[in-house]
């Protein structure tokens, strides 16, 4: 059986780039006498196993009042300059393709963002740099969160599915940097200043009938599946105020990710078959250290099998929808025998999660 599948990838590291320990520093400047127990919160920092992340700006800014126009504006202009470099640096990864692919041969482009707004989408401004065809369909995906990135590749396969000779182009920025409130004291901000960092990420994604010349096995997606919890609006997400975006964090996600993970994946593993024990590749997105260790417990996993994702968080933190992407990446450019299996998966707000079986075939 054929199948759609993810033929290249590509990320971006943003310029600015800070160790864990000088963020811990500037937060403390920036929250100093106005968090009560201050130095006892700030262990979140050391606690969450992340060594460096990167930013679209650097520190000075944050010690600055932004409006919300300043910062949207400033989403724009980089959102669009980010998404430039990663889809032509997708199109173009040898790792992966033999041939470069034109961007007038995308029919589909899915763009992925929940840190900005842009009426016409960030895909339609792209669209004016690089030579798309003006017959390209545009899906710009809002709200989703760090589930986003897998859910764009969930929509990307369901196009494919209807049009087997589509190529389509899974595009995921966040620049979480731009939403900090250096004015907001809530636990919920002092664990998002923590963990949260800038990314973006793009993933190309081809129907049945695209034949491609590729460097190496290549996952196939076999299926995908969405799951929501009802009720669960203050899960995660934003607060929308005058100034920009306040972040929603609650601290029962990893109980909730324990008790709820599990009986969707192996749900959905079991309508095709899948066993847990056969999934190799584990493609989770690392929403935090307490997150992957959830993971674990729900799914029966060893440390081994999230090991890239920690590696993903200690160097790039939680960069929101790109983030399964990078984890991705790394999956595609192991060696992978044909016939292995895997399982992308993220979760996000709704509360909501996104789980896509993945085949690796010659």
């Known amino acids: 059986m054929r199948l759609p599948k993810i033929a290249s990838i590509a990320t971006y590291t943003p310029p600015f780039s800070m160790p864990q320990a000088n963020i811990e520093l500037l937060t403390q400047e920036l929250f100093q006498n106005k968090i009560p127990k201050l130095e006892r919160l700030l262990k979140v920092f050391e606690n969450g196993q992340i060594e460096t992340r990167h930013f679209c700006v650097p520190a000075q800014w944050y010690r600055q009042e932004h409006t919300f126009e300043e910062r949207n504006d400033l989403y724009i202009h980089l959102a669009t300059e980010y998404s430039v470099t990663v889809i032509k640096n997708c199109l173009s990864n040898r790792m992966f393709l033999e041939n470069t692919i034109s961007t007038e041969e995308i029919d589909a482009i899915f763009f992925v963002s929940s840190t900005g707004i842009s009426t016409p989408s960030i895909d339609a401004r792209v669209m004016n740099i690089l030579p798309f065809s003006d017959r390209v369909v545009r899906l710009p995906i809002w709200g989703l969160g760090c589930a986003g990135g897998a859910a764009g590749i969930s929509r990307a396969f369901d196009y494919c599915k209807a049009y087997p000779k589509a190529k389509v182009l899974v595009v995921c920025i ?15 901000n002092l664990v998002g200043t923590s963990i949260f960092a800038d990314g973006a ?3 190309l994604v081809c129907g049945d009938q695209v034949e491609l010349n590729q460097a190496k096995p ?6 995908s599946a969405s799951k929501w919890m009802p009720n669960s609006e203050d899960v995660m997400g934003w607060n929308v105020k005058n100034s920009g975006f306040y972040v929603v964090f609650a601290k029962s996600i990893p109980v909730i990710i324990a008790k709820w993970l599990g009986p969707f994946i192996h749900t959905f593993l079991n309508e095709h078959d899948v066993k847990t024990q056969q999934i190799v590749n584990f493609v989770a997105h690392p929403g935090g250290k307490k997150v992957l260790s ?13 090991n890239i994702s920690r590696a993903i968080l200690k160097h790039h933190g939680n960069m929101s929808s790109p983030t399964v992407l990078y984890v991705l990446e790394q999956f595609m450019l192991k060696e992978n025998e044909a016939n292995t299996l895997g399982l992308l998966v993220a979760l996000g707000p709704g509360f909501s999660g996104e789980a896509v079986l993945l085949e690796w075939r010659d």
């Not at 729900?298 to 081994?304: D, F």
């Open 201 to 203: 990420a793009c993933a």
């Open 174 to 188: 966040e620049l979480c940097s731009l939403t900090f409130q250096k004015n907001d004291y809530s636990k919920s």
């Open 294 to 306: 959830a993971y674990e417990e729900a799914l029966q996993l060893s440390t081994e099998q999230t």
């Open 218 to 223: 290549m996952p196939h997606i076999r299926g």
